[in-house]
């Protein structure tokens, strides 16, 4: 055997070699994926990911060879996506494509285009329901109210699961536009016709009532809600506030960290905020970080739809005996969402933790009962525009509130 061969021999094993090497990086790539959570990457294998990516290539492949129209593979892969996160049945769990992640996130800052409700997902009527709407908003402006379901926008029809595709297609109408929406109410349904604004939904507004009471509401909890309360209660206190009634009603919540901050305001240093539990039962807890500038009376207005971050509030200042409850139970949504981008493919804004109050009372789907119950007068359809007049709940808080030593 001559070197001309020897070196034959070698060039073609190496290539096999290579090819072989080759082969298996491109393979193993397949066999990963990278989720990003606080910055760190997550390496997960196919035996962690289970047999869904061959199923999906096997439909590939059999779109591929016979499908007659145009493949756009991104829908397809978002599509596919969309509907294994929706698989959970969790109304609050949700995929977020890359193209409406900073849209998203633009909306937890409290500015958005669209006609100003808080929605959820109601599974047992398979509807999207509304929680809470934005007050001075276009859709209060039209006498929507909590409790209502939308059903339809425009032409199409919507589902519980279909929530999040509901609240896009307002969201992706220019400022100005015309909408049709299609509204039930008490098992009637009626076409509203709603003009899409820039809407600014983290309004803290305040007033005095007399006698040295203070009264300040807001209906979300964004992302300057704690500061704009502090600016609104030292505003007050100068005009004289003895005693501070909050009003949570038709509150849909938001950002957990600005309703720890406003109990932050009230709560010793150290005291307990609240408790966060993970699925593995790992347990966090949320405690005051500074000593209390807040030290009057103080009662929270509550009702149905009253929710989430607004609830985190409510239940810390009960527990902790910082504020007495008036008005009916809260709507019990006791769980967190956190948004995990994925390398190249979006965002899952994902239910990860519950959370419980002081004294460890769950709040999911239980909701937390008044220290004194009050309900509205029967005449009372509108809960967002009440006359101070017909408004119990508000007339019981000033009794109570006056009963309170500090």
């Known amino acids: 055997m001559n070197d001309k061969t020897i070196c034959r021999i070698y060039r073609t094993v190496m290539l096999v070699i290579l090819t072989a090497f080759i082969t298996f990086l491109i393979t193993s790539v397949g066999l990963y994926a990278y989720i990003k959570n606080d910055g760190n990457l997550f390496l997960l294998t196919r035996e962690e990911i289970g047999d869904i990516s061959s199923d999906l290539y096997t439909y590939k492949k059999i779109i591929d060879q016979y499908y007659l129209g145009e493949v756009d593979n991104e829908k397809l892969k978002e599509g596919a996506i969309k509907g294994y996160v929706d698989g959970l049945g969790d109304p609050y769990t949700k995929y977020i494509s890359e193209d409406e992640l900073e849209e998203y996130m633009q909306d937890t800052k409290g500015n958005y285009i669209g006609i100003g409700v808080y929605l959820t997902g109601d599974k047992e009527q ?20 909590p409790g209502d379901y939308i059903i339809g926008v425009e032409d199409k029809k919507y589902t519980a699961s279909q929530m999040e595709e509901l609240s896009n297609d307002i969201k992706e109408k220019k400022e100005g536009t ?17 003009k899409t604004e820039k809407i600014k939904i983290n309004l803290v507004e305040g007033k005095m009532l007399g006698d040295g009471i203070g009264y300040i509401e807001f209906t979300s909890f964004d992302e300057t809600t704690a500061d704009d ?5 030292d505003e007050l206190k100068a005009e004289g506030m ?7 009603r038709n509150n ?19 005291g307990v905020i609240l408790y966060e539990v993970d699925k593995n039962g790992k347990e966090t807890v949320e405690k005051s970080k500074n000593d209390p500038i807040i030290d009057i009376p103080i009662v929270i207005l509550t009702n149905k739809n ?13 527990d902790l005996g910082k504020a007495k409850i008036v008005g009916t139970t809260t709507y019990g949504k006791g769980i967190i969402q956190d948004i995990l981008s ?5 965002a899952i804004k994902i239910t990860t933790q519950e959370y419980q109050t002081p004294n460890h009372k769950k709040i999911n789907k239980v909701g937390i009962e008044p220290d004194v119950k009050v309900e509205l007068p029967e005449d009372v359809t509108n809960l967002l525009d009440v006359p101070e007049e017909k408004d119990t709940q508000l007339q019981k808080a000033k009794e109570v509130v006056k009963t309170i030593e500090k």
Do not use: C, W
């Not at 003895?242 to 949570?248: M, N």
């Not at 009253?306 to 009960?318: F, H, P, R, V, Y």
């Open 126 to 145: 398979d509807k999207v329901k509304i929680v809470s709407v934005v007050k001075n908003s276009p859709a209060e402006k039209v006498g929507i109210l």
């Open 178 to 194: 015309n909408v049709r929406i299609f509204i039930e109410r008490k098992e009637e349904v009626k076409m509203i016709t709603i």
């Open 229 to 233: 309360f502090k600016i609104k209660y």
């Open 242 to 248: 003895t005693h501070l009634i909050i009003d949570l």
């Open 252 to 270: 849909g919540g938001g950002l957990v960290d600005q309703a720890t901050k406003i109990a932050d305001y009230m709560i010793e240093k150290d």
């Open 306 to 318: 009253t929710a989430s971050a607004s609830e985190i509030l409510t239940g810390a200042l009960k």
């Open 342 to 346: 994925v390398k190249g493919s979006g």
